[in-house]
């Protein structure tokens, strides 16, 4: 039979390890949002005006700070029959909840060759504080699909 001295230190080494284990299991068991890219075509009726675009959704990982992630859109939208070209970066920040990734626009740089300008409000285009409750599926090892509501967004390839 063990003395006591024995079965504490037993105790201490086995808590430790479960400790050492938990810690490891919190820190590196993030959620990712992938390093991807989707082309996306949108087509709709905006205030009896027809809205049809074609971009890049690029979404790129923040490397100094893994609660944020950007999101690159560039593209060309047809809104009421006239030409528009859009170029913008998204910081957006975002944290699990359940198998749920919600997520808020942070801030948004607009590159001079855009030409929306914020004149008009597209969807699909995020605007300052919007807020996304998405769900991130892995179709393989290069794919995975974004979703709203089990409503697809997009697929995003890596």
Not at 119 to 146: A, M
């Amino acid at each position: 039979m063990l003395n006591k001295k024995t079965t504490k230190i037993i105790v201490l080494f086995f808590t430790t390890i479960m400790l050492i284990s938990l810690i490891l299991y919190q820190k590196y068991n993030n959620y990712p949002i992938p390093d991807c890219h989707s082309a996306v075509k949108i087509q709709y009726l905006d205030n009896n005006k027809n809205v049809n675009g074609s971009y890049l959704f690029s979404l790129i990982p923040n490397v100094n700070d893994s609660n944020y992630v950007y999101l690159l859109i560039t593209g060309e939208m047809d809104y009421d029959n006239q030409k528009y070209f859009i170029s913008r970066k998204f910081l957006i920040n975002y944290k699990k909840q359940d198998e749920k990734i919600f997520a808020r626009v942070k801030d948004i740089a607009i590159a001079p060759s855009d030409q929306l300008n914020n004149k008009i409000s597209l969807l699909g285009v995020p605007q300052l504080n919007q807020v996304f409750l998405v769900e991130i599926k892995k179709l393989s090892d290069n794919y995975y699909i974004f979703e709203e509501n089990l409503t697809p967004l997009f697929i995003c390839a890596i």
